[in-house]
């Protein structure tokens, strides 16, 4: 028995809470599971709330990745230990002073919901370790229930897939028996998606955000719609003049990414890449998230597109992460795969606090080589 | 049974044209990677899906069983239905204290 169960991850986020309360905060959401389990997020640091600048952090969208949940459940005991304690942290050959630790619980709230997707984690592992969706329910009209959603299809960027992206171009079905990325009956209908998107509108200083997956080590970014560019503003998601033409590789369409956020994604990608790969030497690729083929509705893209959607909201620098090679490690590549995400997390909750203390979001930056030969075409 | 399976082919078009309607599961993000030999991607494929992979393979294509995911069983047992926090257990991390 060595994987956190839901109750537990429940149970831990309480404790912490009970344990630390001039340091964190427990943050129930609004919305139950499909099947009524009740979630919970934890937000930390010194100075908490809608307006301090925040890195929110998820895990578990996936049911069968078993190890983020457990990852980020982690990362807040040691965070919380070290600060009560007066110490530093160590991941591998990756170090983290009390110094740096404490600069960044002053400067950056990191808000955690390590298990996004309880009901899905309970069927992975009770009945079908390889489940990934959520357990919605649902009629196909020919006397037959499918069930689950891939919330990681379900968020409202491109996510009429069929009217965005050209056919054939996009990892995304509306088959409800997709055993995989079945998109869910409307934009956003999951609960579960709800209260990602509740905690991106709730904590609304929220500057960063990873979501953590597995298995293929990698750290990936903007945009998992198209192929990038940086100087026509007009091809957007946004834009209905290029509908069914996005997803396709090397044509006239490319989704717009400003140069200078461009630069920043990469940089910290660079680094959390580095980061992970120090841990126990075992490489993390980076590059953009549109790989083989586009990607609808996923969360990393909804993160950063809404500032581009809506102008009132801030802007979101969104990341997936994937660590290790398997689904569900044993015990030895569980541990190494938490340190891997631990000082993944760190890095980029270091290279935030930065950026709010010297706004080097605005600095012309250099963007950095990617790591060896891993990086995602 | 499940086996991870490697799969690659000259260019990125042809790769796609490989795996259409192949029901192999992609995985978290359909990662593929530039390799010397092509274009690569690493999927998880049952016993149908291997066959339907082989019986397309031609020039340029290839096909490599990287190893089996193991007993589903095996893989449930490593989770528990007890709560360890209910008993006294304490959330801890797997970061090394350091003295600063
Ligand atoms: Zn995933």
Redesign the pocket.
Known sequence: MIYYNYDEIHSALQLLAEAHPGLCTLQELPNRSHEGRPCLALAVGWNRGPEVPTLLAIGG??AR?WVPPDALVSILADILSAASGRHGLEYGGVVFTYEQIEAILEGLQIVVFPCVNPDGRVYSQTRDPMW?KNRRPEGTGVGQVCFGVDI?RNFDIAWAFKRHFAPGAVSASDNPCDPQVYTGPSAASEPETQNVVWLLDHYRSTQWFVDF??AIPGVLHAWGLDQTQSSDAAQTFLNPQYDGLRGRPDDSYREFLPADDQAEIERLSSLMAESATQVAGDEYGLGPAFALYATSGASDDYAYSRHFANPDKAKVFGFTV?CGHEFQPDSDGRTQNIREICACLLTLAGEAVQAGRHDSRRRPVVAAEPLGSRTAV | MLWRVKVTADSQEDLRRYLEGSGADLG??PMAFREAEGISIVLIADRETLDRLSARRSAGRRLVRLEALGDPKARTALCGSRNRFLKGERPRGYGERVDS
């Open positions: 969208v996936h990745e990934r990681n997956h597995s994937e | 978290c993000r």
